[in-house]
């Protein structure tokens, strides 16, 4: 029997910086440290960061004024640093920013879009702490989200009826590469002469009346690409991801539009040793709110049940 472990598994650069933060913090910190959201998606590391004395909430009312605090990785509206500066918690005293630089990235991408007269539409998932962060940029609430391809024809109508001069189209970090394609072939095949074409993220020429930007992030990408060669490869994939893990469910839905018997676990304890019956080439992946200990916990929990 053979286990492939995704060369690309488990967390990005972006969570491995936003947890070294609040774990840096936190030490330093002599009184309660504060995180606003999920810090990650992944229950077992916020099990594990609370050990350590990190106070996670999800209402920013719950945070003191003048508390230590630190933002997730995900990126926060505007709106998030205003309350937050009304209890003194600003960036050089007590506010530690772990915004990833790749989503800082896709808002600035939306604010010169905006800013250029485009009207933006984001791929994304609607209550997604990164949705709403970008959407801040755009027309908040009002922006236009569209969560999967299925929806073109509904973002179709969305630009057909508004009568816009130009749009452009932009993607969560974490959505699916394929899905984000699929999105725009499906727009563009029930709009009339005017199609959808990639505008380089540099965004020199945005002369475009119609245009979508590649905002997926490269860590994505590669876990997504290497799932893709896993599961062509293997008899059953196990998945590893939080159960709110946006990128680690497409990791998931990958696996099963391949038609490979795939299965979304959280933790070792949940592999079931009749699922490995006959099986003889087994691929292994994990989102990017994994920690490497799990990875490798479930690695030896299934050669322990099937050995
Ligand atoms: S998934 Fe991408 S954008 Fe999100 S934290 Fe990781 S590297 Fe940054």
Not at 40 to 50: A, G, M, P, S, T
Not at 244 to 272: D, H, M, P, T
């Amino acid at each position: 029997m053979e286990i492939k472990v995704a060369k690309h598994a488990g967390f990005c650069f972006g969570v491995k910086k936003a947890i070294e933060i609040a774990e840096e913090v936190a030490q330093k910190n002599k009184e309660k440290t504060y995180v606003y959201g999920q810090l990650v998606h992944n229950e077992q590391v916020i099990k594990d960061l609370e050990g350590k004395g990190i106070v996670f909430v999800e209402n920013i009312n719950e945070i003191p004024e003048n508390s230590v605090t630190v933002l997730r990785a995900h990126g926060e509206p505007g709106t998030t640093y205003s309350i937050l500066g009304q209890k003194s918690i600003v960036r050089g005293k007590n506010l530690n920013d772990a915004t990833c630089p790749l989503v800082t990235l896709v808002h600035n991408v939306a604010i010169k879009l905006k800013n250029s007269g485009y009207e933006v539409i984001l791929f994304g998932k609607r209550n997604h702490p990164e949705a709403i962060g970008t959407s801040y940029h755009l027309k908040g609430k009002d922006t236009f989200i569209v969560e999967k391809p299925e929806q073109a024809g509904m973002a179709a109508d969305y630009i057909s009826k508004n009568n816009f001069e130009k749009v452009a189209i932009i993607s969560q970090t974490t959505m699916s590469v394929y899905g984000y394609k699929m999105l725009i072939d499906n727009i563009n095949s029930k709009l009339g002469n005017d199609k959808f074409e990639e505008i380089p993220l540099s965004l020199k020429d945005l002369t475009k009346k119609y245009g979508y930007v590649d905002t997926i992030c490269n860590p994505t990408k590669q876990r997504q690409s290497d799932t893709d060669e896993i599961a062509k490869d293997s008899e059953i994939v196990i998945v590893i991801g939080g159960k709110n893990s946006s990128n680690s469910k497409e990791l998931y839905a990958k696996c099963r539009e391949l038609g490979v018997e795939s299965y979304f676990i959280q933790s070792g304890q949940q592999l079931q040793k009749e699922w490995f019956k006959g099986k003889e080439k087994i691929g292994v992946t994990a989102g990017a709110s994994t920690p490497d200990y799990l990875i490798n916990e479930v690695v030896e929990k299934i050669r322990e049940i099937t050995s």
